[in-house]
């Protein structure tokens, strides 16, 4: 018995893992593959096709083949064993039995196979002992990094300890210097202590960028010995100076040259403590309700979808308790894809029956949290391409040392988007991609090779655009997955609010809206 070869084929031939056990040419085992196909006949209950040179021994696993290619001195019984146990692993390694799933996992099915045969002859095993091989550990691996990590802590520990007894010795130092340690005494014990423990207080990188250790040193002398300014008395330090510590100039330098190479870079600028308030101000009135839903698409590049699902959520936030004693009328749209679920403490009758939210206890109110309250859950789930908010179409052409891309987008007229960013992986290029035209704006992330494509609105006015682009020959395989993000103020579901309904009577109290449609994972593969 002599197998050649363990492959996995699609219906229309093509290899999706092959293992070769002999010397055999990439193009002699593609022909063999491509030929099995057209051998096999419809309606016959057969396993085993015969050529003049090689016998196939065949079994089909859903809408694939899992194929040994022998030669025709082999022994069939043992061929079909062979393929019987094949057929068993298969599934263990691959989630999904279609192109895609072994796609993944094609390492993991060649290293089973190379348990099974061994130059063309079949290993005495089973399913339990190939996957105990496949899935053994080192002992020397484990000892080998337990050795590597035990080092790099003890040369963290080692650091620490210099950086701390180097420190020592510069405040030391200065302290020993003419009028050093007055100045630093007049400036009062509680400012340096806040100083090191608040924003203000030494950036880490200019410290460690500049030459003097901790940057602390030439700092303390400007203190002790001002340039250029008379000497002050010892009780009232001259204002506007102070601990000038921040980026040196190479640290600066090599920013910018990050900078020009395309990646992004956050300055290190700590917000007052004013600031940090303001950026996320807390909701100004008593009652606020949230509707947001999350799209998770996958587009098919040849058209068509490939998965949709869409989840919503509705959430009430409530500042004061005694605001909590309500109920609200919800108006839902007509989308008959919406499911909806309430919480567990609302009256799932009264929302079916009047579309109203409440407790089922009304004597209790809504809880009071600073990140909201979920009480109604929804899900969508379609194949209609109709519904798709955006859709990408992707054009490439290979011409000569060229490939000429054009992108297409087009929106749906539901819904107007905002922020768009379409990006387009890219090999590595030397440089940037020639953009030719372009609805929008476009940027290139040198660092990751991607390609941006960006539109701020899509409205009525420009509910369809292109960009075209040039790139040096590739693969076309390369420009997917295609990833895409946007929001929009519109939603699938048109959940919302007609009225609150105070439950002890009186004036309900103020409450706004506020609306979401944003993308979590969409993408065109």
């Not at 996995?8 to 055999?24: H, P, T, Y």
């Not at 203190?223 to 190479?250: C, I, V």
């Not at 052409?397 to 297409?408: A, P, R, W």
């Amino acid at each position: 018995m002599v197998v050649l070869a363990a492959s996995i084929i699609s219906k229309s031939g093509k290899a999706l893992v092959s293992r070769q056990f002999v010397d055999m040419s990439r193009i002699r085992i593609e022909g063999y593959l491509a030929a099995f196909p057209k051998l096999v006949g419809t309606g016959k209950q057969h396993t085993y096709v015969e050529t003049e040179n090689v016998r196939y021994v065949y079994q089909p696993i859903e809408s694939l083949y899992l194929l040994l290619v022998t030669n025709k001195q082999s022994n069939i019984l043992e061929d079909l064993e062979t393929l019987r146990l094949l057929s068993k692993l298969v599934p263990e390694y691959s989630y999904s039995l279609d192109e895609e799933g072994i796609g993944k996992t094609a390492f993991e099915i060649l290293f089973a196979f190379d348990e099974v045969i061994s130059l063309g002859h079949k290993e005495n095993v089973t399913v339990a002992q190939v996957k105990q091989y496949c899935e053994m550990e080192s002992h020397e691996e484990k000892l080998h990094k337990l050795v590597l990590q035990s080092k790099i802590n003890e040369t963290k520990d080692v650091m620490k300890r210099k950086a701390s007894e180097i420190d020592k010795s510069k405040i030391e130092k200065n302290r020993g210097e003419k009028g050093g340690y007055m100045s630093l005494q007049s400036m009062g014990s509680g400012r340096i202590d806040s100083g090191f423990g608040s924003d203000s207080g030494i950036s880490s990188v200019g410290g460690f960028g500049s030459g003097s250790g901790f940057g602390l040193s030439t700092e303390v002398e400007s203190f002790s010995k001002p340039k250029g300014h008379p000497p002050t008395s010892a009780s009232a330090p001259p204002k506007g100076l102070g601990m000038k510590l921040g980026k040196t100039h190479r640290t600066n330098q090599f920013l910018e040259s990050l900078k020009a190479e395309g990646e992004m870079i956050v300055e290190d600028v700590r917000p007052s403590a004013g600031q940090s308030r303001v950026a996320a101000p807390p909701p100004s009135d008593p009652v606020t309700l949230t509707v947001e839903e999350k799209l998770n698409v996958t587009l098919k590049r040849d058209g068509g979808i490939g998965s949709f699902d869409l989840q919503g959520i509705l959430s009430l936030q409530v500042l004061n308790q005694d605001d909590g004693f309500i109920q609200f009328q919800i108006e839902s749209g007509d989308n008959p894809g919406i499911v909806p679920k309430t919480h567990p403490n609302i009256n799932k009758e009264l929302f079916s029956s009047q579309n109203i939210l409440g407790l089922k206890h009304p004597e209790r109110p809504f809880p009071v949290q600073a990140d909201g309250l979920s009480v109604l859950k929804w899900r969508m789930q379609t194949a209609d391409e109709s519904l798709v908010p955006l859709t990408i179409n992707c054009w490439p052409s290979v011409s000569g040392n060229e490939t000429y891309v054009n992108l297409e987008y087009e929106a749906s007229q539901m819904f107007d988007l905002q922020n768009v960013l379409i990006s387009i992986p890219l090999p590595a290029l030397n440089e940037a991609p020639r953009v030719q035209q372009i609805d929008g704006e476009w940027r290139y992330d040198s660092r990751k090779s991607i390609l941006e494509w960006s539109i701020l609105l899509i409205d009525n006015s420009n509910r369809s655009g292109s960009m075209e682009f040039v790139i040096p020959a590739v693969d076309t395989s390369y420009l997917f997955p295609i990833s895409v993000r946007f929001t929009s103020t519109s939603t699938f579901s048109n959940y919302k609010v007609a009225n609150i309904l105070p439950l002890g009577g009186g004036n309900p109290p103020k409450f706004s809206q506020r609306t979401l449609l944003s993308t979590e994972n969409y993408q065109v593969v």
